[in-house]
C-alpha cells in the first residue's frame, strides 16, 4: 500500500481493503481504522498516537480523513471497519481449513451471539475462543494463554477506543502471525 500521513498519523492507501489484507494473511498485522474521532482523541492522549503510528495497517473509516485527503489531491477509498472485518469472517469461514477465528470483547452474552449469528451465515466459520469484554486479571490471563496456545489467525478485539487499540499493541506478540482488528461496537452490531 502506499502511506500517506493525515495531519502527522499514517494511513495505507488501497483500492481494496479486503483483498489486499487476505492476500497477505499470515504476515501479522495490527489494523487500526482510523476516524477523526480517533485523531482527536490521540491529539490528546500521546500513548493512543503512539499506538496508531506503530500500527500496520491503518485504514480510512471515516469519511473526515477521506475528505481530508481529498483537499490534498490525494484520492482515498473510504473502509468501514466493520466492513472490513465481515470480509475478514467471510474469507476464514471459506478457506479450506477454515481459518480460526477468536471474539474478545462486549459486555457479557454479546460476543457469543455475534459469533453465533456469523456461524449460521458461515457453518464453517472455526470460532476457536469467545470471550467477553469484562475479564478479572485472572480470566484475562486466561484469555491470553488461550490466545497463545491456539494462535487463532483473525483476531477480533471489541474494547472500544482507545483501549482496543492498547490491548492489541500490547498483546500481539502473543500470536505474531495473526491479523488483530480493533472493531469497536462492531459486535453489539452483529449480536442484533
Ligand atoms: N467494551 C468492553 N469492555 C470495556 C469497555 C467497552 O468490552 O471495558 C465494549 C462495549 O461493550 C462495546 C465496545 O466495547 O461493545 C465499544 O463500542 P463503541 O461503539 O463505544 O466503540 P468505539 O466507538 O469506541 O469504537
Known sequence: PRRVSVLGYPLDLLDNYP???TAHQG?????????AEMIMQ??????LAQVIKQASFIV???SGVVLYLRLYGIKANRQPGIELSESLLKFAATQN??????????APGVAAQAAKNWQKRYPHLNVVGIYTGYQTQETE??????????????IFVAL???????????????????????VGGSFDIWAG
Not at 504476515?27 to 476516524?35: A, E, K, P, Q, S
Not at 477506543?161 to 480493533?182: D, F, S
Request: aromatic residues 12%.
Open 42 to 47: 490521540a491529539e490528546k492522549v500521546p500513548q
Open 141 to 154: 490471563a486466561e484469555l491470553k494463554k488461550h490466545i497463545q496456545t491456539n494462535q487463532p489467525d483473525i
Open 27 to 35: 504476515d501479522g498485522f495490527h489494523v487500526v481504522t482510523l476516524n
Open 160 to 182: 472500544g477506543v482507545p483501549r482496543q487499540e492498547y490491548w492489541i499493541a500490547a498483546n500481539r506478540h502473543l500470536a505474531p502471525q495473526a491479523t488483530w482488528v480493533g
Open 60 to 62: 480510512p473509516d471515516g
Open 19 to 21: 483483498a489486499w489484507l
Open 97 to 106: 481449513p477454515p481459518l480460526k477465528v477468536f471474539f474478545y470483547g462486549s
